[in-house]
């Protein structure tokens, strides 16, 4: 009868002999009084010993196959959940983890890395081993991970079930937390796994290195690299998985707790399942440790002839990549929870923020741009640099505010603004600095095109700009857009020197008075407006200088616009015509439409080849009037003033219900505007110039065209029509006709015109 003590020594003869080749030196490592040896030498051959399997390998393959089949795991999970006695400390095991992380990284590229000679590449880790806590963390868990580590060395190689060894490391971390009970198993294991890789890396350089690696038959176990790849691979899969798990409880450890609770169904459910998920990662750090003891022990021959092997750690690696499936869910619900409360919180902050004095602009906009000060988040337009926010301490800001479609329309008028400005450095309208807040979907993949659309429009503009879209915070974009009303349209948001809103939209300002309305106030904006009254500077001021001079010449004045070129025709041909017959000096100049972009130019480029008017050749002219235009709309509903009983207001208003379908004309003597009307009057006015001629001369000829007009305009109204796009911001709630006062209805109109540029040319 065999005992067990002599089935131990069998098997460590028989591996001695296979290796030594002879029965001399395999006896010569045995003492002199062992029993047995002569019928040890007798029974065994290299043939033999190479097909003799450690018991302790049987049994581990056998164990893991039952436990894996096992249908109640709630009693085994009640074992576990039994040697769980935490005693309340708290250990930041994410240092550790990163260490561990790195030795299984830089081990797990395998034996296709090392064969072949090539390196894989692997981020360097930070260098934490010389801070104090992790040297006092390490100085305290070292005993513990040595300790464990023996045990599963020991196991694995003795022999006994898998879940029994799982169950006897989780009695010696008994007074640990799940997490750490996990990353000090996963340390342990590390420690034998990251030798045995070490070895194989090193030991063709290092003779030390090289005699430990024969030691444990490394040489052998690289020549046959080919026929153990399925295993390595398996076992590389499995260790991945089980360091993906272990990272994913680590974050469950790190949630703020301020901000989630274990109230939280996503992160009570997680921690109902973390115990488990340690279970089985434990589990499989076992059965990895086992498969390295059965490579260096029992060698290549009997690796390559059991199959089973893979088969467990690739069953293995399905348990733990499902129970990471399941807690990436909880934990990405969980960081939703969480980011949602933080948005709240940074939300309800900045609006404190803005309603409290402070002593300059810091708190606001870093609150709005980027908190820390850990990087430079602005870039500055003139020189291209990086720079920090303090460049903007004490200063006039101006918050451009747009997403990536700003029309490149907007940036060139803004932009010549903003250099006109700079010029005369030393006037007080240039002591501002504008800084481009770019807003975009957070929710939206940030792929190379777009990042390629940001890096162009950030290299044309030459003031100050945020370096990235991803540094503007969630609650910063939902604050900006609640409170500041932002629709996609650009807005330029005022901010004091101690970062007080002065303004919440100047750029209708900049616009209609470009830097002439600093400091960009909406006192300085009421100011503006009081000084303003009917005339055509106020509508072609800063556009175009040839029109200025005629207004200086004082000569009559018509500005039209439209898209029918058979109505432009007459218009045209008859102005002229009256103008000839009232010998008065007339310059026409064609303005366009507010919208339609293509046919304004093909109308341009029919009343040039016609010679029928003056007209704007660049676009942007036609685009900058009718913006300035609305935006003088805007400046009056964003102070309250749109339905004031002013005249001015009314005249605007009806231009631009004029636009929206038709021709219309402004007649004007110099700066004196006497005749605002659709071309559903003026045409007729002009038509029947035989029956108001005889005025012309009591009356001259703007007064007498203005009486007739009148008489026209009231027999004709026309419809009046304002339309908002729903990216306006602030739109009003009701507004009151400006031809009969009432208060108009209000519809909400679907709008496509089939034009490339509408989008952008509709303002």
């Known amino acids: ?254 949630l703020p707790p301020m901000y989630i609770t274990q109230d939280v169904p996503a992160l009570s459910t997680a921690m109902a399942h973390i115990p488990t998920a340690v279970y089985w990662t434990i589990r499989s750090i076992v059965a990895c440790a086992t498969q390295i003891t059965s490579l260096t022990s029992m060698g290549h021959e009997y690796a390559i002839s059991t199959t089973n092997e893979t088969w467990e750690l690739s069953t293995l690696a399905h348990k733990i990549n499902s129970i990471l499936d399941h807690l990436k869910k909880q934990l990405f619900i969980c960081y939703q929870y969480i980011e949602k409360k933080r948005n709240v919180e940074t939300y309800q902050m900045l609006q404190n923020l803005f309603k409290s004095i402070h002593i300059d602009n810091m708190k606001i906009l870093k609150a709005l741009i980027y908190a820390k000060d850990d990087m430079q988040p602005l870039v500055d337009g003139s020189t291209k640099r990086r720079v920090h926010i303090d460049v903007l301490r004490r200063k006039n800001v101006l918050l451009l505010i747009s997403d990536l479609d700003i029309s490149q329309d907007e940036l060139s008028i803004l932009e010549q603004i903003y250099n006109e400005s700079r010029v005369h450095a030393t006037r007080m309208e240039s002591q501002y600095e504008v800084v481009w807040v770019p807003i975009v979907d957070h929710s939206l993949e940030w792929a190379d095109p777009v990042q390629k659309q940001f890096e162009n429009l950030q290299a044309t503009m030459p003031w100050f700009s945020v370096h990235s879209p991803t540094l503007i915070d969630k609650a910063v974009i939902r604050f900006i857009k609640e409170v500041w009303h932002f629709r996609n349209k650009p807005i330029l948001v005022v901010l ?167 021709g219309w004309a402004v007649l004007s003597k110099g700066s004196f505007t006497f005749v605002n009307g659709h071309g559903t009057t003026i045409l007729p006015t002009l038509l029947a110039y035989e029956e108001w001629q005889e005025h012309v001369v009591t009356k001259g000829f703007d007064i007498a065209c203005m009486d007739y007009h009148s008489k026209v305009h009231s027999d004709s109204r026309p419809c009046c029509r304002f339309e908002f796009l729903s990216t306006s911001g602030r739109i009003p709630d009701k507004m009151k006709c400006p031809e009969c006062i009432r208060n108009m209805e209000k519809y909400i109109t679907f709008l496509c015109c089939h034009d490339d540029h509408n989008i952008k040319s509709v303002y």
């Open 1 to 254: 009868m065999v005992t067990k003590a002599s089935q131990v020594l069998l098997e460590t003869f028989c591996m001695a002999f296979k290796y030594s080749g002879s029965k001399e030196k395999a006896q010569a490592i045995f003492p002199s009084s062992a029993p047995d040896l002569e019928f040890l030498s007798c029974v065994c051959s290299p043939n033999m010993a190479s097909k003799m399997a450690p018991i302790s390998l049987q049994q581990m393959i056998k164990g893991d196959r039952s436990m894996i089949t096992m249908s109640d795991d709630n009693a085994m999970m009640k074992q576990i959940h039994a040697t769980h006695a935490h005693d309340g400390r708290q250990i930041d095991v994410r240092p550790l983890y990163q260490l561990v992380e790195d030795i299984l990284n830089r081990s797990t590229p395998g034996v296709d890395a090392i064969v072949t000679t090539t390196e894989t590449r692997v981020e360097p880790l930070e260098d934490r081993t010389q801070h104090a806590g992790f040297i006092a963390m390490i100085e305290a868990l070292s005993f513990t991970i040595d300790r464990i580590s023996c045990e599963i060395a020991c196991k694995c190689s003795a022999g006994g079930d898998a879940h029994a060894t799982t169950l006897s490391i989780f009695n010696m971390l008994a007074s640990y937390s799940w997490d750490a009970k996990l990353v000090l198993t996963l340390a342990a294991f590390a420690l034998n796994y990251g030798e045995f890789w070490l070895l194989a890396q090193i030991y063709s350089s290092n003779q030390l290195a090289k005699s430990m690696a024969i030691l444990k038959q490394v040489p052998i176990l690289l020549e046959h690299s080919a026929l153990l790849k399925p295993r390595f691979d398996a076992l590389n899969n499995l260790i991945r998985a089980m360091m993906d798990v272990t990272r994913c409880i680590i974050e469950f450890k790190e």
């Open 496 to 662: 004091d020197p101690q970062g007080k809103v002065v303004s919440p939209n100047a750029i209708h300002m900049m616009w209609i008075w470009g830097s002439n309305a600093f400091p960009f106030t909406s006192l300085r904006e009421e100011a503006l407006w009081k000084e303003e009254t009917w005339k055509l500077e106020l509508l072609v001021d800063g556009i175009d200088p040839t029109i200025l001079n005629w207004i200086k010449e004082g000569k009559f004045i018509y500005l039209y616009g439209g898209t029918d070129m058979e109505w432009i025709r007459k218009f045209t041909t008859t102005a002229k015509a009256v103008a000839s017959a009232a010998r008065i000096p007339l310059e026409m100049v064609y303005v366009g439409k507010s919208t339609k972009r293509e046919q304004v130019r093909r109308c341009i480029a029919s009343i040039t080849a016609e010679k029928l008017s003056h007209c704007w050749q660049d676009l942007t002219m036609v685009w900058f009037f009718w913006t300035r235009l609305e935006s003088m709309l805007f400046s009056k509903i964003q102070l309250g003033q749109a339905d004031d009983q002013d005249p001015m207001m009314h005249e605007i208003k009806k231009l631009l219900s004029y636009d929206k379908e038709g």
